[in-house]
Nanobody
Framework: VQLQASGGGLVQAGGSLRLSCAAS????????MGWFRQAPGKEREFVAA???????KYAGSVKGRFTISRDNAKNTMYLQMNSLKPEDTAVYFC?????????????????WGQGTQVTVSS
């Protein structure tokens, strides 16, 4: 599985962005897909994940503001980010794991895309 993240950019606090993660491979629908982020000087942290059936998990810091979704027909996952805060500034990574339940730890994920930078100005 190869993953390609896109959609990052610079936005003011309170604004919105939508990230996309395009995946190769015909078994996309069987993978759990997740988003992680890493801010400068900090460890990579879990943001959100979704399994093949649409079961979702979110980090507490983004719950109610971010929405993860997937379109299996397009082999693409999305992260709609609303009410962005400066503390959301990070490089966002998409990842995939061959599992039935959305994982929240980076070690659970087998495939990673390159990151896309999200910068939220105050």
């Amino acid at each position: 599985v190869q993953l390609q993240a896109s959609g990052g950019g610079l936005v003011q606090a309170g604004g919105s962005l939508r990230l996309s993660c395009a995946a190769s491979g015909r078994t996309f629908s069987t993978y759990v897909m997740g988003w992680f982020r890493q801010a400068p000087g900090k460890e990579r942290e879990f943001v959100a994940a979704i399994n093949w059936a649409g079961i979702k998990k979110y980090a507490g810091s983004v719950k109610g503001r971010f929405t993860i979704s997937r379109d299996n027909a397009k082999n693409t996952m999305y992260l709609q980010m609303n009410s962005l805060k400066p503390e959301d500034t990070a490089v966002y990574f998409c990842a995939a794991e061959f599992s039935s339940s959305p994982g929240t730890r980076s070690v659970e994920y087998d495939y990673w895309g390159q990151g896309t930078q999200v910068t939220v100005s105050s």
